[in-house]
């Protein structure tokens, strides 16, 4: 790796998270089984652009409607790249359930730099009863926990005072930081969680200014396409220089509202296969195909940052 690329990389200090991190899709087949080739090489790539490391089994790799044997596949494949590039490996482990949750970190071979651990969903339980839960967790699990925190889909928030009790709970290094906004929660977070307690940057739309206020890195699915100005825009909020981050915060911006227009990760995997890094473009329902109306639109945009960021390459 070159000292370029490589000063796009931020490294994990002991157990202190920072950098870019790249939530992977799980590319399919034509025959619907997990297209692994696909995969370890969307893992090798993230890497090779810039990403610090990947997560495998978030949200975005569509976790929910993979089988038990696909889930552990899908983990084997990105730790084995992550071993051969010495990069840290985050994976999703954890339901609504904190019996389930345990079991799932019970289950996590060493190796693995943490687990990102969603706040429980569909149950609604109470803050309190979050922090229970967390705590139980945290307690037991064999690696470090990462909070991921997105009330849009769990349907639960979380207020400052919580969250700042997830951060000084040990074994909780981090929080995946999702709320749609910067609000108040998040300002009083910024200002008051230790210091070494990683808010990573969890919406794509927001993360430039919550790297502003100081956030470690980021998890980002639309990094799988444009990893290297992601990583770019991490470092950036970091050493600089400002103006010319904020303005690549907002071309990332435009992009990613492309790549978001339908459920994630539809469009990214339809960029992905019309681009040929993935096989199809296939999603598992309740998730549908992006339309052909989205998918060109987000092509055009991918398109369209691309160039500018090649022609300011060659001022």
């Keep these: 790796m070159n000292w370029t690329l490589w000063s796009l990389r931020v490294k994990l200090v002991g157990m202190t998270l920072s950098g870019l991190f790249v939530p992977l899709i799980t590319p399919f087949a034509a025959d619907g089984s997990v297209a692994t080739e696909a995969l370890a090489g969307l893992a090798h790539a993230a890497l090779a652009e810039g990403a610090t490391g990947i997560v495998a089994l978030g949200t975005t790799a569509e976790t929910a409607t993979l089988t ?52 429980p969903y569909y149950i609604r339980p109470t803050e309190a009863g979050v922090l229970a839960h967390f705590q139980h967790l945290a307690a037991a699990s064999p690696v470090p926990l990462i909070v991921y925190n997105i009330p849009y889909r769990t349907g639960r928030t979380l207020g400052a005072e919580t969250l700042l009790a997830l951060a000084n709970t040990p074994n909780i290094i981090g929080v995946k930081h999702a709320v749609g906004m910067i609000d108040d929660t998040t300002i009083e977070l910024m200002a008051s969680r230790p210091k070494d307690f990683a808010v990573l940057a969890g919406d794509d739309l927001y993360a430039a200014p919550l790297l502003a206020l100081g956030a470690a890195g980021a998890i980002l699915a639309t990094a799988t396409v444009a990893t290297e100005a992601f990583a770019a825009l991490v470092a950036g909020w970091r050493n600089g220089p400002i103006d010319e ?71």
């Design 68 to 119: 038990d044997d696909e889930r552990t596949l899908v983990v084997e494949i990105c730790a084995r790249v992550c071993r051969e590039r010495n990069a840290p490996l985050i994976v999703g482990a954890g339901t609504n359930s904190t019996a389930a949750s345990l079991a799932a970190l019970d289950g996590l071979r060493s190796g693995i730099a943490a687990a990102l651990t969603v706040v």
């Design 245 to 315: 981050v904020r303005a690549l915060g907002h071309r990332l911006a435009v992009l990613s509202s492309a790549l978001f227009a339908e459920p994630n990760p539809t469009v990214i995997k339809a960029v992905l296969a019309a681009r040929g890094r993935i096989p199809t473009a296939a999603v598992r329902l309740p998730l549908l195909a992006a339309r052909d109306q989205t998918t060109a639109a987000a092509l055009a945009a991918l398109d369209h940052f691309a160039a500018h960021r090649a022609e300011r390459s060659m001022r």
